[in-house]
Nanobody, 124 residues
């Protein structure tokens, strides 16, 4: 699976962005997908994850109610809708895919494929 993330940019606090992650490869529709982020000087952290069917979702407490993960298996794409952005959301956002297990995983090391990252900068 190859992943290409896009949609990052500069936005003012309170604004919105939608990240997209386009995947190629046969296992996308059977893979759980996730968005991680990494701020300067901090560890990479899980933001949101979605099971292979989209039936199960996970959102970190820090983004719950503001961010929504979704996927379109027909388009081989996973999305992260980010609303009410805060300066502390500033980070490089990475999409990730597991190796075809399909259920939500929570650790960085549990995902097999990674996109290149897209920078989100939220100004105050």
């Amino acid at each position: 699976v190859q992943l290409q993330a896009s949609g990052g940019g500069l936005v003012q606090a309170g604004g919105s962005l939608r990240l997209s992650c386009a995947a190629s490869g046969r296992t996308f529709s059977s893979s759980a997908m996730a968005w991680f982020r990494q701020a300067p000087g901090k560890e990479r952290e899980l933001v949101a994850a979605i099971s292979w069917s989209g039936g199960r979702l996970y959102h970190a407490d820090s983004v719950k109610g503001r961010f929504t993960i979704s996927r379109d298996n027909a388009k081989n794409t996973v999305y992260l809708q980010m609303n009410s952005l805060k300066p502390e959301d500033t980070a490089v956002y990475y999409c990730a895919a597991d190796g075809g297990l399909g259920y939500i995983l929570y650790g960085v090391a549990e995902y097999d494929y990674w996109g290149q990252g897209t920078l989100v900068t939220v100004s105050s």
